[in-house]
């Protein structure tokens, strides 16, 4: 399993969501987007409807029905119901709540609080051999710091 951590420096997370999100759905991955915030993934759900005149990234969530069809699932529960082998979290950083099967694991996060948390489990998960990467947002794009 892959672990990738994105710290975003520009203050606009849910945009940036999007674009990683816009980037899972090209590779062909199925995703779930999650966060124990309900307000946050409906954030999410607006944008991801008015993000692009020229794209469109097919998501949905338990109140549209059809949960295992979606490419992207939003959720603030631990469920899995499109069979995601891709998974972003934001806010949250327990990873180990939900159950295996994941190829990859984004977190996302810019606050202060939350980097350093994030910065510390990076070490944690590092220090086990664990196969981690983290990236720093800049003025160009990601940069991969490790």
């Known amino acids: 399993m892959e672990l990738n951590f994105y710290h975003v420096m520009s203050g606009n997370l849910v945009p940036s969501v999007v674009k990683l999100l816009e980037k899972v759905y090209d590779s062909g991955k199925k995703c779930i987007f ?3 915030i309900e307000d ?3 954030v999410v759900d607006k944008t991801l409807w008015t993000f692009s005149k020229n794209a469109f990234i097919p998501h949905g969530d338990r109140s549209l029905g059809f949960s295992e069809l979606q490419s992207v699932y939003l959720t603030s529960e ?5 069979q995601a082998t891709v998974l972003m979290m934001t806010d ?3 990873y180990k709540s939900w159950s295996e099967g994941f190829e990859r694991i984004i977190f996302v ?3 202060d ?3 350093e948390a994030a910065h510390s489990l990076f070490e944690d998960l ?8 983290y990236w720093k947002q800049s003025r160009s794009g ?3 710091l490790s």
Do not use: C, G, L, T
């Open 34 to 36: 999650f966060s124990p």
């Open 40 to 42: 946050r993934v409906q």
């Open 78 to 82: 631990i469920e899995n119901p499109n």
């Open 92 to 94: 949250d950083f327990d």
């Open 109 to 111: 996060f810019e606050d």
């Open 113 to 115: 609080d939350s980097a």
């Open 126 to 133: 590092k220090s086990q051999r664990e196969n981690v990467k």
């Open 142 to 144: 990601w940069e991969k």
